[in-house]
């Protein structure tokens, strides 16, 4: 085929050939995600639209990840998972993922391809605009709206517009102070938060190749922070290892032409880029951690799609190993796996939990999005006032995490576990 | 008989890369658009994210803004993909938004909702006209014009979405192609 990833996927799906970007298709849709803000709206559209005994288009292939507020006492919180469990058990939905059951997996994006739900090739659609994630395993992924939703859950299609590619090449070996985080937030620093509108963001390269699956999913879930529809990472041997041992479905593997034209290329070597932040209020303020050392904080928060995964608490706890926090540091699993895995994985024969502990983080709790954006005013970890936080969340909007006083520097695990520790904005090779 | 490609109504201005947490805080997000009260009470919050610096655009008291159109610059609507975004707005009284650019899941759900009418400016407006300035979009011309000074300004063509947004959104759309019933 011809076209980019992103085209040759989306041909596929339309039943072309071949797409051109800037064409409107009809495609064929593989999964439906949605969650309990956006859910229970989809799901009002759907029984208008479509009736309230109508059936959705296919069962297997609507996946319910309620995470948002889920440990709160707001009563319309309560009543929009009430609404979501309702309408799953009408439907008989397979994967609904229910809070208060052994069932509860936690942040959508983390526990999506977590659960098997994620293949190559495929179409993804969710009410979230961090669905780009699920770009990271080689498949087209992006975030819709409720009555885009109501309609893919009513006919498992939608009407898209083709983007046009830009690729970002990532070579040279990556140094252990920079990860994923650091590469993403370098490239929506050159490009801006408007720099990928409309567009595909590629990203390929050695350095690409040798990331793990959760740091390519870090990378992926932040094309929306640069305006873009979907982020993308071929599919290779790693990537075909993850799916496998999750889902016995059957994918069709599909390839980009390297040759096919790109509306821009960046050109990045790793050993050349710096552990930086993102300052408020918005994701594309780019700065080296050294160049913010003068910043003084009030608290560190290590949660979220972006910065949640078992990986970036190893990153974390391998800088806090032994050291103790000056600043109040939130740790917040994105997923009950990832809980689990806290106890397990060691570093120095310690368990992260313990690590955490020893070194004062705050006592950790269930898996939610929690503060990252905000919610009810009694989520943990919510800025409820003025705070300086460093965060490895994906958005630092004015009172995104809550008060409109707040100020956020987005920053990978290293860098904020390294921050946590001093108390101002700190390059983690001061601890490496 | 009135013109629906006519809009006309006081402005409110704002600025570049207006975001989702700005047009409706994530507090409220649990509420659920298709519930009419609820609906109605997004519309209350609309723009209540603004800085705290900003000019009020809900009255102090009131259900609804005094501004029919919002005035911005580049990107409006960056971030979340919540349609309470658009709809917040539609319920707070907005018909229509002209901004320099859209960010494209906050576009995308203007027209598949057919709440608000996304429109783009050819120039910064925002640093032509203020909050609270009369204006006529005339959507048939592509034009808008200052009721104080009679000036006229051009808006981009619609585009590819155009028959989406005659059409009143993506159901609406679909049932004129034959896609659903």
């Known amino acids: 085929m011809t076209g980019t990833l992103t085209e040759n996927i989306l041909a596929k799906a339309s039943g072309k050939s071949k797409v051109i970007p800037g064409e409107n298709i009809w495609v064929n849709v593989d999964i439906l995600l949605t969650h309990d803000v956006c859910g229970p709206g989809t799901i009002g559209v759907f029984k208008k639209e479509f009736g309230t005994d109508a059936k959705v288009w296919n069962k297997e292939k609507v996946v319910i990840i309620p995470d948002h507020y889920i440990f709160t006492k707001d009563g319309k919180a309560h009543r929009n998972i009430e609404t979501l469990t309702e309408f799953a058990k009408k439907q008989g939905l397979p994967y609904y993922y229910q809070p208060g059951t052994d069932n509860y997996k936690g942040v959508c994006h983390v526990a999506l391809p977590a659960e098997g739900h994620v293949r190559p090739g495929e179409i993804i659609f969710g009410t979230d605009s961090h669905t780009c994630t699920h770009g990271a395993l080689g498949a087209f992924s992006t975030g819709i709206g409720n009555t885009d939703a109501g309609f893919v859950m009513g006919t498992g299609k939608l009407l898209i517009k083709v983007p046009e590619t830009i690729r970002f090449i990532f070579d040279g070996k990556k140094p252990n102070y920079i990860t994923g985080k650091d590469m993403i937030l370098r490239a929506i620093g050159d490009i801006g938060v408007a720099g990928a509108t409309y567009c595909a963001m590629e990203f390929s390269g050695e350095a690409i190749s040798a990331l793990s699956i959760e740091e390519r999913m870090t990378i992926c879930n932040m094309a929306i922070e640069a305006g873009g529809k979907n982020g993308i990472i071929a599919a290779d041997e790693k990537t075909l290892e993850y799916v496998k041992t999750r889902t016995s479905k059957p994918f069709e593997v599909i390839e980009g032409n390297p040759d096919a034209p790109a509306k821009a290329t960046y050109n990045y070597i790793c050993e050349e880029l710096e552990p930086c932040v993102a300052m408020p209020h918005l994701p594309d303020k780019y700065a080296t951690a050294t160049s913010q050392r003068e910043v003084k904080l009030t608290r560190a928060y290590i949660g979220s799609c972006t910065g949640g995964k078992i990986e970036d608490f190893i990153m974390a706890a391998s800088i806090l190993n032994g050291r103790k926090v000056s600043i109040n540091t939130f740790i917040v699993p994105a997923t009950t796996d990832v809980s689990a895995a806290l106890l397990t994985e060691t570093i120095d024969g310690k368990p992260l939990v313990q690590i955490f502990a020893e070194a004062g983080c705050e006592d950790i709790p269930l898996p939610s999005c929690a503060a990252c954006l905000g919610g009810p005013r009694d989520t943990f970890g919510r800025a409820n006032q003025r705070e300086i936080v460093i965060s490895t969340t994906n958005r630092n909007f004015v009172g995104r995490m809550g008060s409109k006083e707040a100020e956020i520097y987005l920053a990978s695990p290293l860098t904020a576990a390294a921050s946590a520790i001093t108390g101002n904005i700190t390059d983690p090779r001061e601890f490496m | ?181």
């Open chain 2, 1 to 181: 008989m009135e013109n629906n490609n006519i809009i006309k109504g006081k402005v409110y201005i704002l600025g570049d890369n207006i975001d989702t947490d700005q047009i409706i805080p994530a507090e409220y997000l649990n509420l659920v658009p298709t519930i009419p009260e609820e609906y109605d009470k997004l519309g209350s919050y609309a723009m209540a994210g603004l800085p705290l610096d900003a000019e009020q655009f809900i009255a102090e008291g009131e259900a609804k803004t005094e501004y029919q159109i919002m005035i911005a610059g580049a990107n409006f609507g960056c971030g979340s993909s919540r349609e309470h975004a658009p709809i917040a707005l539609s319920a707070a009284g907005v018909k229509a938004i002209i901004a320099e650019s859209y960010a494209r899941i906050f576009f995308r759900n203007s027209v598949s909702t057919g709440e608000v009418y996304p429109l783009e400016s050819t120039e910064s407006l925002n640093k032509v006209l203020k909050t609270g300035d009369e204006i006529e979009i005339d959507m048939d011309k592509e034009e808008l014009t200052n009721l104080a000074d009679n000036k006229t300004y051009s808006l981009k063509p619609i585009g590819d979405v155009a028959p989406v947004i005659a059409a009143g959104g993506i159901f609406a759309y679909a049932r004129k192609q034959g896609m659903i019933k």
